[in-house]
């Protein structure tokens, strides 16, 4: 009972930025956490960064300090900045959202990146 649909994807160049975003709608009173995933050809899809149930972030690894996952005032849009790019980060990414109490998920459609070498 959670939308999610993400927007901001699209083609740039190595070092370059992109801020992609997740307007959320339904029941959302009962998520309790929301995070990125992507996933690249021949991969699997992979955690990014997340806003976790007790209000903390998690952060892959390869993109600490160079993502930033962020949420609107109203609680409505979640936003990934993504700084200094890298080819490996070309992925289509999914917004996510899990719902209280037995963990249900619910994923959006996602928005292709492409970072050019």
């Known amino acids: 009972q959670v939308q999610l649909v993400e927007s901001g994807g699209g083609l740039v160049q190595a070092g370059g930025s992109l801020r992609l975003s997740c307007a959320a709608s339904g029941s959302l009173s009962s998520v309790t956490a929301m995070g990125w995933y992507r996933q690249a050809p021949g991969k699997q899809r992979e955690l990014v960064a997340a806003l976790t149930s007790g209000g903390g972030t998690n952060y892959q690894d390869s993109v600490k300090g160079r993502f930033t996952i962020s949420r609107d005032n109203a609680k409505t849009t979640v936003y990934l900045q993504m700084n200094s790019l890298k080819p490996e980060d070309t992925a289509r990414y999914y917004c996510?959202?899990?719902?209280?109490?037995?963990?249900?998920?619910?994923w959006g459609q996602g928005t292709q990146v492409t970072v050019s070498s």
């Open positions: 996510n959202a899990k719902t209280a109490p037995h963990r249900n998920d619910y």
